[in-house]
């Protein structure tokens, strides 16, 4: 049974105060680790290594100032998780495939994101499930089980960063590390009830990560509590910007765009219309349209991007995947290189959409549930008609989960691309909102 660890702001304090202690937090985060139905929330795990990990947090000098006021980093102290498509010194990067665990063998060095992470004092609590090759939107995985949702045996997370929803749904992370090239962040926060933050493309370092599609591949957070996305921003970014822009409006698109959505999910998009405007900012509708070649865009260049890391190896992957790979292989350079113009053009008008309103506001996928054991041949493409215009932008985007009751249901806002702060401290403040206006329930 899981027990709940608490949100990042206030296990943070409990830090700073001595009510608790690293060791502690990782001893409950081990306790709660795959408690999905599959016990696959984790393809990586070590206790004993997690645990010194903990020891060596409480080892870092307590200093002055900060957030919380011991002059120590944001996430000191704090159990979270990774992808298993990133390095971590003693264990084999899988990326989600039992073919790289075994050809990876045992990784050297830290990748960047765990050199960081150990070096801002957070304690690693094992490495996440992922779709294959972080090639999927559904969470699915031949290999390793697919990863279902913590309490809920009938609902897929969804995928690509399918474990890491898993394990802070579960409470064996606080935030988890994900990525996203085509929603693999946006979406299964979506479907499981989260916030999710996918970066811009190019903040970070993917040294040490195994990339999908190097032009759309972004970072990512998953994570419980709106307003506490803030605290996640300095992760990823090199340098504390100099002028956060504020955003004064906001872009929707139209019924016709949401012809698919389950009406369950537009009731929900009204609903988080409306409070952005209660938040002061003006809506307009936006001419959308010609977001319609976006997949057209998109799928070919990730596949001929994928097919190029892993030529040679296609054999070794399931088939849906290993026939996206055969594609990909097969797209000439004449192709791929009128896609790129196309692309090109794509991001320019993105911008110049960014450019008249702050922000873009849709749901990040048109369904609130991917039930387990179904066939999920077509879902694909239907999730990434939502996903694909955003991810060729580069752009930043935060995942808004349902406002009301149960899981699913969760909207994506966008920024352009560099104003991950300025998104960040706007869903913050709709968190915040959320939060006073939540009707109170008697014990």
């Keep these: 049974m899981t027990v709940p660890l608490g949100n990042i702001r206030n296990l943070r304090s409990a830090l700073a105060n001595d009510v608790t202690t690293p060791t502690r937090l990782a001893e409950a985060a081990l306790a709660n680790a795959n408690q999905n139905s599959g016990h696959n929330t984790y393809l990586w795990q070590d206790a004993e290594w997690t645990l010194r990990e903990a020891e060596r947090a409480e080892q870092m000098q307590r200093g002055e100032g900060g957030p919380f006021g011991d002059g120590r980093d944001v996430l000191w102290g704090l159990p979270v998780s990774v992808k298993d498509c990133f390095d971590l010194a003693g264990a084999s990067t899988s990326c989600g495939t039992k073919f790289y665990r075994e050809q990876n063998g045992v990784a050297e060095r830290d990748s960047w994101v765990v050199e960081r992470l150990r070096a801002c004092g957070a304690v690693i609590t094992g490495k996440t499930h992922l779709h294959p090759l972080a090639y999927g939107i559904t969470g699915e995985n031949p290999e390793f089980g697919d990863c279902l949702q913590p309490g809920r045996e009938d609902a897929l997370t969804g995928g690509s960063s399918s474990g890491a929803c898993a394990s802070v749904m579960e409470g ?199 039930a387990a054991g179904a066939d999920h041949s077509a879902t694909r493409a239907r999730l990434l008609r939502y996903t694909a215009p955003i991810s060729l932008a580069g752009a930043p985007a935060v995942t808004i989960p349902c406002s009301g009751p149960g899981f699913g249901g969760g909207m994506q806002i966008a920024a352009a691309r560099g104003q991950d702060e300025a998104l960040l401290q706007l869903v913050a403040l709709l968190g915040a909102r959320r939060k006073a206006s939540a009707p109170v329930l008697n014990a």
């Design 172 to 370: 064996s992370a606080v935030a988890a590390i994900g990525t996203d090239t085509g929603g693999s962040v946006r979406v299964p926060a979506a479907l499981c009830g989260l916030a999710g933050y996918r970066a811009s493309l190019g903040r970070g370092d993917w040294r040490g990560g195994a990339h999908l599609a190097q032009s759309f591949d972004t970072l990512g957070w998953l994570f419980a509590d709106l307003e506490e996305a803030p605290l996640l921003a300095a992760f990823y970014a090199e340098h504390e910007p100099a002028l956060i822009r504020a955003c004064g409006q906001f872009a929707i698109v139209g019924d016709d765009f949401l012809q698919d959505c389950e009406p369950e999910i537009v009731a929900e998009y009204r609903a988080t219309t409306r409070q952005l405007e209660e938040l002061g900012l003006r809506v307009s509708q936006a001419d959308v349209g010609w977001w319609g070649e976006a997949q057209e865009i998109f799928a070919p260049i990730q596949a001929w991007e994928a097919a190029a890391l892993h030529r040679g190896n296609f054999e070794h992957f399931e088939g849906a995947i290993r026939e996206r790979l055969e594609w990909g292989a097969r797209i000439t350079p004449d192709e791929i290189g009128k896609l790129r113009q196309r692309h090109q053009a794509f991001r320019a008008r993105m911008d110049e959409l960014f450019g008249e309103h702050s922000l873009v506001m849709l749901p990040a996928a048109p369904v609130a549930k991917l």
